[in-house]
């Protein structure tokens, strides 16, 4: 009889201890909760999509799109003109002094031709870099700005890949640049981001 009640009151206790501790009194859980700390808090900022859809951005692709319809339009007007020329040659004689003065002529609008459609592509791209990286430092800027308004320990770039890949090169610079695979729980700065643009539209010069 008292063997038993000793046994019913080991069991008692050890139910006690189980129930002092929620992992079940694992000691080793409770140390390894004490040497993790206190989580970081982490953010993410989608900077592609700040830099797509941010109004200072739909404004300047609209100013481009006219821009580059106006170079397209002067690209086409001389090659009218020189085409024109050069049909007009065959109306004279090749040994004249009018030949030779509208052979001149062909040439030059030739010649401007073929400058303006190597320069306006570079122009095109040099526009859009510049507007790139004057956008890509307020981007920065602003995320450590909520980032350390907000507490953030960390805030990653963290951009989706858009599939399908048209070009190897588009897959081979996401391979390398993508590092964010996952970032449920993590908070996303980039709506606030994009509205702290909006609002500085005039200064961005648009």
Not at 7 to 31: E, F, K, Q, T
Not at 172 to 187: F, I
Request: charged letters at 30%; hydrophobic letters at 40%.
């Amino acid at each position: 009889m008292k063997f038993r009640t000793m046994v019913l009151c080991c069991l008692a206790g050890v139910v006690i201890l189980a129930m002092g501790y929620p992992d079940g009194g694992n000691l080793d859980s409770r140390a390894q909760s004490r040497a993790a700390g206190p989580a970081l808090k982490i953010g993410v900022v989608s900077v592609r999509r700040a830099l797509r859809n941010c109004q200072a951005t739909i404004k300047f692709k609209a100013k481009a799109i006219a821009e580059n319809e106006k170079m397209a339009a002067e690209e086409n007007l001389l090659a009218k003109e020189g085409k024109a020329l050069a049909d007009s040659l065959q109306a004279l004689k090749p040994d004249s002094s009018d030949y030779m003065e509208r052979l001149k002529e062909t040439l030059q609008k030739q010649s401007e031709l073929k400058a303006l459609k190597e320069v306006n592509p570079r122009r095109r791209v040099l526009k859009e870099m510049q507007w790139t990286q004057k956008l890509y430092k307020e981007i920065l800027r602003i995320t450590k700005e909520l980032g350390a308004k907000k507490g953030l320990a960390l805030v990653l770039g963290a951009d989706e890949p858009e599939f399908p890949f048209q070009r190897y090169e588009e897959l081979v610079m996401t391979l390398s640049t993508h590092k964010v695979l996952y970032s449920d729980g993590c908070v996303d700065l980039t709506n606030e981001v994009i509205a702290q643009l909006d609002k500085m539209q005039s200064k961005l010069g648009m």
